[in-house]
């Protein structure tokens, strides 16, 4: 009767553990408001939020995410005031602080204009005249971080950038397609006014997440998330988060 007992809590206790994940850790990594990647104002952050925190979960991690502008999001990861950041592209410049994950989503830079300019977009990186609009902290590219001259108007945050191309300060913007698309169709006033040029994309860049090589278990911590993340992907979850979103 025992030994019957003793096989039953032992059964029980398998299912638990192939259901559940790990033993619950905590972590806390910073990020912006960039709908519809992480935003504080989304349903569950965002689905890139979602996509970090189910593969963090995986393996037994509960995470939080603070929203900070990103300029100040990268001055804390790299200063190790938070463990990480999510939703950062690869730099090498970034990859002297951090260790980064494996791919998680991949973002396709454009080109935006207002809708009633006469623009090359092929020769906008070579045109001295036009005034290009960037976001601090950001890196776009490598031809773009060689381009030094009074043409390249820096601004606080992608909506900043925005009312600079609205209002005629610059000519052009850099965004996110997903970014300015989103924007684009949750906002009137800007259904008319700009144009995404989808047909001349800048550059394709990998997001991830990143953790401070500095902090303690750091690589340890990627290496769980990229498991987390595997498994996110081999049971479907992933793909359900994107497709939801």
Same mark, same amino acid.
């Given at each position: 009767?025992?030994?019957?007992?003793?096989?039953?809590?032992?059964?029980?206790?398998?299912?638990?553990?192939?259901?559940?994940?790990?033993?619950?850790?905590?972590?806390?990594?910073?990020?912006?408001?960039?709908?519809?990647?992480?935003?504080?104002?989304?349903?569950?952050?965002?689905?890139?939020?979602?996509?970090?925190?189910?593969?963090?979960?995986?393996? $037994?991690?509960?995470?939080?995410?603070?929203?900070?502008?990103? +300029?100040?999001?990268?001055?804390?990861?790299?200063?190790?005031?938070?463990?990480?950041?999510?939703?950062?592209?690869?730099?090498?410049?970034?990859?002297?602080?951090?260790?980064?994950?494996?791919?998680?989503?991949?973002?396709?830079?454009?080109?935006?204009?207002?809708?009633?300019?006469?623009?090359?977009?092929?020769?906008?990186?070579?045109?001295? !005249?036009?005034?290009?609009?960037?976001?601090?902290?950001?890196?776009?590219?490598?031809?773009?971080?060689?381009?030094?001259?009074?043409?390249?108007?820096?601004?606080?945050?992608?909506?900043?950038?925005?009312?600079?191309?609205?209002?005629?300060?610059?000519?052009?913007?850099?965004?996110?397609?997903?970014?300015?698309?989103?924007?684009?169709?949750?906002?009137?006033?800007?259904?008319?006014?700009?144009?995404?040029?989808?047909?001349?994309?800048?550059?394709?860049?990998?997001?991830?997440?990143?953790? +401070?090589?500095?902090?303690? !278990?750091?690589?340890?911590?990627?290496?769980?998330? +990229?498991?987390?993340?595997?498994?996110?992907?081999?049971? $479907?979850?992933?793909?359900?988060?994107?497709?939801?979103?």
């Amino acid at each position: 009767m025992f030994y019957k007992k003793s096989l039953i809590i032992g059964l029980f206790l398998l299912i638990l553990s192939s259901v559940f994940p790990e033993s619950s850790k905590s972590i806390t990594l910073a990020s912006n408001d960039w709908a519809p990647y992480h935003s504080s104002d989304l349903e569950n952050q965002g689905f890139f939020t979602e996509i970090v925190r189910e593969a963090f979960f995986a393996v $037994g991690y509960d995470l939080e995410v603070l929203f900070y502008p990103w +300029n100040r999001v990268i001055t804390l990861g790299k200063r190790g005031n938070l463990p990480g950041i999510i939703g950062a592209y690869y730099s090498k410049e970034r990859a002297d602080f951090f260790y980064y994950s494996e791919l998680i989503y991949s973002s396709t830079l454009c080109f935006t204009t207002r809708s009633e300019a006469v623009i090359d977009t092929a020769l906008i990186l070579d045109d001295s !005249n036009i005034k290009i609009g960037v976001t601090r902290g950001y890196f776009y590219s490598d031809a773009m971080e060689e381009i030094k001259d009074s043409r390249v108007i820096f601004s606080y945050s992608d909506l900043d950038s925005l009312t600079k191309l609205l209002f005629k300060r610059i000519d052009v913007a850099i965004f996110d397609k997903e970014y300015i698309e989103y924007i684009i169709n949750h906002n009137d006033k800007y259904r008319n006014a700009l144009i995404v040029h989808t047909d001349q994309p800048v550059i394709s860049n990998s997001l991830h997440v990143v953790i +401070n090589k500095e902090y303690p !278990n750091a690589k340890e911590i990627i290496e769980d998330f +990229n498991r987390g993340l595997e498994i996110i992907k081999d049971n $479907g979850l992933y793909y359900d988060i994107i497709l939801k979103h």
